[in-house]
């Protein structure tokens, strides 16, 4: 596959696509200036298909898309597909969450991501999901990461996703399984091993 639409303007995420499809994409571009694709679905699946339809659609290219965020167990799933609107900036969105969550003993929690791509003509050719099993602490601890990195406590590593380098937090993150699932439908579509 030559080229694919990545349905975002991030560069850094862009730049995690091309890296992690470039046995199988010779290019992952971005979504050009002055597309934007409102996230109107209910689910972070329906969000990344409505994504990828829609950029696959009007540029008639393969297109990818993910959505991804923040499902806390004792706040129904919140702040869920609202993680990035959950405030103005990562310190505003710790804030309220560690607000809404003081004396709350229930600290589970759980990072969930899901990618889709998107035929020319708009119809999925594959959905992938990752999710990142953790707890929110009551303090951020941590510098790295971004977003709810450094309140986000992973038990099997004993640190917070802002403790652990970008490879660590690559190998277990939501994005990372999820785009691990991707490699693995592109080497089965293409016989080459992941």
């Known amino acids: 596959m030559d080229t694919v ?4 303007h991030n560069k850094g995420k862009i730049h995690e696509f091309q890296v992690v ?9 971005p979504l050009p200036a002055g597309i934007e694709i409102p996230e109107t679905a209910d689910s972070f699946h329906g969000n990344a298909c409505l994504k990828a339809t829609t950029a696959a ?3 008639g290219q393969w297109a990818i898309a993910d959505d991804s965020g923040l499902a806390v167990h004792a706040l129904q799933g919140a702040p869920g597909i609202y993680s990035a609107r959950y405030g103005a ?4 969105r710790i804030a309220r969450l560690l607000n809404e ?3 709350v003993s229930d600290r589970r ?3 969930i991501c ?3 791509l998107a035929r020319p003509d708009g119809t ?3 959905t992938t999901e990752g999710r990142c099993h953790g707890e929110i602490l009551c303090t951020p601890q941590g510098s790295g990461g971004f977003g709810y990195d450094p309140i986000f406590w992973v038990p099997s590593q004993q640190r917070t996703f802002a403790q652990l380098s970008t490879a660590e937090k690559q190998q277990i993150s939501h994005r990372g399984q999820a785009l691990q699932q991707l490699r693995t439908y592109f080497a089965q579509q293409f016989r080459q091993t992941p």
Do not use: C, N, P, Y
Not at 5 to 8: F, P, R
Not at 21 to 29: N, P, R
């Open 124 to 126: 999925i050719a594959v």
């Open 5 to 8: 639409v990545l349905a975002s």
């Open 114 to 116: 899901v990618i889709a």
């Open 101 to 103: 969550l003081d004396g």
């Open 21 to 29: 499809l470039k046995e199988w994409i010779e290019t992952v571009l």
């Open 109 to 111: 929690a759980e990072f």
């Open 89 to 92: 900036t990562d310190h505003e």
């Open 57 to 59: 659609q009007r540029l």
